[in-house]
C-alpha cells in the first residue's frame, strides 16, 4: 500500500515521514513497548527504567529526536514566527501558560519535561500545514499511518492474541485491542481514521469517472471496511457515537440549505434545542443504555466527583500535568481499585492541571479553531468540512475521555485542524520537492 501510495504522486514529500512516524507510535505503542514484541530484550522485563513519573528513558529519547528533526526541518523552511503569532495566537498562549504552570507544580523536573513531549504536536503540525498543498500533505502522512496501523491491528486480533487482545478490568471479559494498549485507544484511531477515509471518499465521489479514480474509491471503501470491523471489535461505545457525529457534520454541511456563513448560530441554536429536550427527555440517559452502557459511564461520574473535591487551586490548577502525581495518586489509587491515571474528561483534566485560567484559554482555542473553519467552509470546502467534523467528534469524545493531554494522537490532530499557516507563506516555506498544484481529489486517499 505504501509504494501504491508513492505513486499517485509525482514526487516524493521526505519530510512528511515525520509526522507520519511521530502520529505511527502516538497512535500505537511507544518504541520501548514495541521492542519486546519484535524480539530485542530490555533489562529488567520492562520499558528501560519505566515509572510513573519518569515515562521512558528510551521513548523520551526517540521523541525528543523527532522533535529536534522537526524543528530542524521548519527552520530550513525559514518559518516566520510572525505568522506563527498571527494565525494561531491561542496556541501561542496555551504553550506559553503550561510553561508558566511548570513554576508551580509540585513536580516541577516532570512537569517540563512533559511540556518538552507536548511541543512535538505544533512541530508535526506545522510540517504539515507548511507545504505548498496542506490537504495533500494531510493526506498523505494519514495515508501512510492508516496503512501500516490498521492492517496491523487486524493481524494482531486474528493471529497475535498475545499482543492485540486483552482482558476488560471491569468485567474480565476479552477485549480488542489491535497494535494499542487497550480497547478504548483502538476505538479513537477507528474513529480518525474512519473519518479521514470517509471524507477523501466524499471528495472521490464529486471526480469525473477514470480508472484511476475506481481504483482509489476501491482503496478507500476497503479501509473503511477495515477501519469499520476493528470498531466493532473495539467495542468502544464512545468513539462509536464521536465519529457518526463527525461524518453526520460532514454531510449536514454540504447541504446547499445549510448557512455555511452563519453556521455558528446554527450550532448554537441546535444546543440550546437539545438541552432544553435533554432537561424534559433525559436524552443522554437514554442514549448511553441504547448503547449499551450505564448512565454513570463506569464509574466516571463518580471519579469526577472525587477528582474535583480534591483541594487545588481553582485558578492555577495543581501545575502543568502534575495531578496525577505524588499524595494525589496515592490517596485516589487508595480509593479506586483500577488506578485512574486521568480524569476521564478533558475538561476536567484541563482543570486540574491548569484551573480554570488554563480551562478558559482552552475555549479560546476551540472557539478560535470553530471559527477557522467555518471560514474554511468558504474558501476550501473540503478541508473545511473536515476541519469542522473532526472538532466536533473531539469536542465531545473528551467528555468521557482526556484527549486534551500528553502525547496523544487526538491532540496532535487538533493542533493540525486548529492551525493555520497563510498560503503565501506556505509557498515560500515549502520544501523544494513538493509540487506546486494540488494532485487529483483524493490522495489513497487524496492524489
Given at each position: ?28 505503542r511507544f518504541p ?37 528533526l522537526g524543528i ?110 487497550n480497547k478504548n ?263
Amino acid at each position: 500500500m505504501l509504494r501504491w501510495e508513492a505513486r499517485l504522486h509525482q514526487k516524493n514529500f521526505g519530510a512528511l515521514w515525520l509526522p507520519t512516524i511521530w502520529i505511527f507510535f502516538v497512535a500505537s505503542r511507544f518504541p520501548g513497548q514495541w521492542l519486546p514484541i519484535l524480539g530485542v530484550p530490555l533489562g529488567g522485563g520492562g520499558e528501560a527504567g519505566t515509572t510513573s513519573a519518569d515515562g521512558s528513558p528510551l521513548d523520551a529519547l526517540f521523541l525528543l529526536v523527532l522533535i529536534v528533526l522537526g524543528i530542524n526541518e521548519l527552520l530550513r523552511r525559514r518559518l516566520d514566527f510572525n505568522h506563527l503569532r498571527t494565525h494561531s495566537l491561542w496556541v501561542v498562549i496555551f504553550f506559553g501558560y503550561c510553561f508558566l504552570a511548570i513554576t508551580w507544580s509540585d513536580f516541577p523536573f516532570v512537569a517540563f519535561k512533559r511540556w518538552i513531549k507536548i511541543i512535538g504536536h505544533p512541530v508535526m503540525a506545522l510540517i504539515i500545514l507548511t507545504e505548498r498543498d496542506r490537504v495533500v500533505a494531510l493526506c498523505r502522512v494519514l495515508s501512510r499511518a492508516g496503512f501500516m496501523l490498521l492492517p496491523l491491528s487486524v493481524l494482531f486480533i486474528k493471529y497475535y492474541p498475545q499482543y492485540g487482545r486483552g482482558f476488560d478490568a471491569w468485567s474480565g471479559m476479552a477485549t480488542n485491542q489491535g497494535v494499542c494498549l487497550n480497547k478504548n485507544e483502538l476505538g479513537y484511531n477507528c474513529l480518525i481514521f474512519c473519518l479521514f477515509f470517509v471524507w477523501n471518499l466524499l471528495m472521490l465521489w464529486k471526480q469525473p469517472k477514470s480508472r484511476r479514480r475506481t481504483e482509489q474509491l476501491a482503496v478507500v471503501l476497503g479501509f473503511i471496511a477495515m477501519t469499520a470491523w476493528l470498531l466493532r471489535m473495539a467495542n468502544s461505545a464512545t468513539s462509536l457515537a464521536c465519529l457518526s457525529l463527525g461524518i453526520g457534520i460532514m454531510v449536514v454541511v454540504a447541504f446547499r440549505w445549510i448557512s455555511k456563513r452563519h453556521f455558528g448560530t446554527i450550532v448554537i441554536v441546535t444546543a440550546i434545542v437539545v438541552a432544553i429536550l435533554e432537561s424534559s427527555l433525559d436524552i443522554y440517559a437514554s442514549t448511553l443504555r441504547m448503547l449499551g452502557r450505564d448512565p454513570n459511564l463506569t464509574d466516571r461520574t463518580e471519579v469526577w466527583e472525587d477528582v474535583l473535591a480534591y483541594p487545588i487551586n481553582p485558578l492555577l490548577g495543581a501545575g502543568f500535568e502534575s495531578f496525577w502525581l505524588g499524595d494525589r495518586l496515592k490517596v485516589l489509587w487508595e480509593k479506586w481499585w483500577w488506578q485512574p491515571n486521568q480524569a476521564h474528561s478533558g475538561y476536567i483534566e484541563t482543570y486540574i492541571n491548569l484551573g480554570f485560567a488554563g480551562l478558559a484559554i482552552l475555549v479560546g482555542w476551540i472557539i478560535s479553531a470553530f471559527k477557522k473553519s467555518q471560514k474554511e467552509l468558504l474558501t476550501d470546502f473540503d478541508f473545511g468540512r473536515f476541519r469542522m467534523a473532526f472538532l466536533f467528534a473531539m469536542l465531545f469524545y473528551n467528555y468521557t475521555e482526556a484527549a486534551f493531554k500528553g502525547v496523544h494522537f487526538m491532540w496532535t490532530m487538533f493542533h493540525i485542524i486548529s492551525m493555520d499557516y497563510p498560503p503565501r507563506a506556505r509557498a515560500l516555506a515549502a520544501a523544494p520537492s513538493a509540487p506546486p498544484e494540488r494532485e487529483a481529489a483524493s490522495n489513497a486517499v487524496r492524489a
